[in-house]
């Protein structure tokens, strides 16, 4: 048996373009002819490959198309281009009563959704009492589904697959809208499940249970494939993403320049390299940063040093004067900065290394050079900074 449980090549889904009715009607009519017509891609070009024993998220703005590719997935849609391939049963928990019969009691609706992945009557009459117990609805197991409330819906289809255990479990969002302790529950159920060998696919807008729950992450990006790979490093690169389109919105952090004779730096690195772009570090990493300042009247002038993450939210500042530093002259007219973060304990996200030039009493900024800092590190705290801690 193959231990690939899911696989898609090339895997797009386009809808024609249209608006009224009669536009409608005429790609319908277009299509059947087998000409061409207008459309537009939700999907294009979307690969990954689920072995047996792993787990998946799938993140993106929304728009992105992750119910979409859900959708084709487990079969609700046919792809417009491309292929894929599914192997061994599987459950699937998308949108709220998809699958459920809204006339039928929740009783008979366990029977029509165990039947749908595979189970006959007996299998089901062995299991009802804990599909009930784990649904936890009360009385409202003999009422019609249309009478229950959305986080009712959930627990009743969650339940099921609880109970039949799939090769493969698909979940989207829907998860969220249940209460705090019955989501703590199927979290606790997933993580079992993953134990035991289970299979997952998530689609969540939360960072934390997607690193929680999935060693693998799927970013769509307007129906492409933006990142795929190591959970963490493409959840970082995500975050980082929305940082920069927040700092984008906020607009620009305003730099108090100075025209004329002023002081200003000339030349920064970061661990020995003068490049602009932004560097990728390990969490925990000694950062060396140097810097040359230009000082128009020769004196000793003052290197300010922040730390800010990419919405421009300040972390930690100091200055050469605060710490008593004292530079290396060059020349006349330069100053040599060294300045050592050991272990630098920010957690895995995007920053920025702000340098600020300032005049010998430090009561005046003159320039500011930045560096982008990528910090990367397989970590679920929240925050910033990690904190050295002793628990017990």
Request: with cysteine; proline share 3%; glycine share 12%.
């Amino acid at each position: 048996m193959s231990d690939v449980l899911l696989h898609a090549e090339r895997l797009g889904k386009a809808y024609p373009r249209s608006g009224d009715a009669r536009t409608r009607l005429g790609a319908f009519g277009r299509i059947l002819l087998g000409m061409r017509f207008a459309q537009w891609d939700v999907l294009h070009d979307v690969g990954f490959t689920v072995r047996r024993g792993e787990s998946l998220g799938i993140i993106g703005e929304n728009g992105a198309g992750k119910s979409t590719l859900l959708k084709l997935i487990s079969g609700v849609l046919l792809p417009s281009s491309g292929t894929i391939e599914r192997q061994g049963t599987m459950g699937a928990l998308l949108e709220l009563g998809a699958g459920f019969d809204l006339e039928r009691t929740g009783r008979e609706n366990i029977a029509i959704a165990a039947g749908f992945m595979g189970w006959n009557g007996a299998q089901v009459r062995e299991r009802y009492e804990e599909i009930v117990a784990f649904a936890d609805i009360g009385r409202y197991i003999e009422e019609p589904v249309k009478h229950y409330s959305s986080g009712m819906v959930v627990r009743l289809g969650f339940a099921v697959i609880a109970a039949v255990r799939p090769d493969l479990l698909i979940t989207d969002e829907v998860l969220a809208v249940g209460d705090e302790s019955f989501q703590k529950k199927c979290i606790r159920w997933i993580e079992g499940y993953l134990e035991e060998g289970g299979t997952l696919l998530l689609v969540s807008h939360s960072m934390y249970h997607v690193q929680k729950l999935c060693r693998q992450a799927l970013w769509l990006n307007e129906g492409r494939v933006q990142a795929y790979g190591d959970v963490f490093d493409v959840t970082q690169d995500y975050l980082a993403f929305h940082e920069r389109k927040q700092a984008a919105e906020q607009g620009p952090v305003l730099d108090r320049d100075y025209a004329g004779e002023a002081y200003r730096v000339v030349r920064a690195l970061v661990q020995g390299s003068e490049d602009e772009v932004p560097h990728l570090l390990s969490s925990g990493t000694d950062v060396d940063i140097e810097a040359d300042v230009y000082s128009p009247d020769g004196r000793m002038p003052v290197l300010a040093v922040g730390v800010v993450r990419s919405d421009g939210s300040g972390l930690f500042g100091t200055t050469s004067q605060f710490d008593e530093a004292l530079p290396e002259r060059i020349d006349e007219t330069h100053w040599r900065f060294r300045l050592r973060f050991p272990k630098l304990p920010l957690l895995p996200a995007s920053y920025t290394l702000r340098l600020h030039a300032m005049d010998p009493e430090g009561m005046r900024l003159f320039d500011t050079v930045e560096r982008g800092v990528t910090i990367r590190g397989a970590s679920r705290h929240l925050g910033s900074v990690a904190f050295e801690r002793v628990w017990g």
